[in-house]
């Protein structure tokens, strides 16, 4: 197991930046692959970007692309969410997740390959 704290969300206006940071309590985070959701008032949760244990691939869902970018930093055992040019539909509640793996990637956009959950951070995007 492995404790998810996210910061960094707020209110921010359309065309605005946010980072998101989620530090993440194992000693051996390298060996996990993180991913952040997302889920707005009444729509189910959905897939943003994930990154692999070894930061070598990302994944992104389409309407993050080029805007959003995930990176992770194992000597602070913190995955980022770098999310530019916000737009009013970006405005969730965030999630990162972890699961930990052995080499091998693991289905980066379903939520059920993950078993660590954060709280979530709400990100508010007005126009």
Do not use: E, K, M, N
């Given at each position: 197991q492995v404790q998810l704290v996210e910061s960094g969300g707020g209110s921010v206006q359309a065309g605005g930046s946010l980072r998101l940071s989620c530090a993440a309590s194992a000693r051996t985070f390298s060996s996990y692959q993180m991913g952040w959701f997302r889920q707005a008032p009444g729509k189910e949760r959905e897939f943003v970007a994930a990154i692999s244990w070894s930061g070598r691939s990302t994944y992104y869902t389409d309407s993050v692309k080029g805007r959003f970018t995930i990176s992770r930093d194992s000597a602070k055992n913190t995955v980022y969410l770098q999310m530019n040019s916000l737009m009013p539909e970006d405005t969730a509640v965030y999630y990162c997740a972890a699961e930990r793996t052995s080499?091998?990637?693991?289905?980066?956009?379903?939520?059920y390959t993950y078993t660590n959950w954060g709280q979530g951070t709400q990100v508010t995007v007005s126009s």
């Open positions: 080499g091998t990637v693991l289905p980066p956009r379903s939520q």
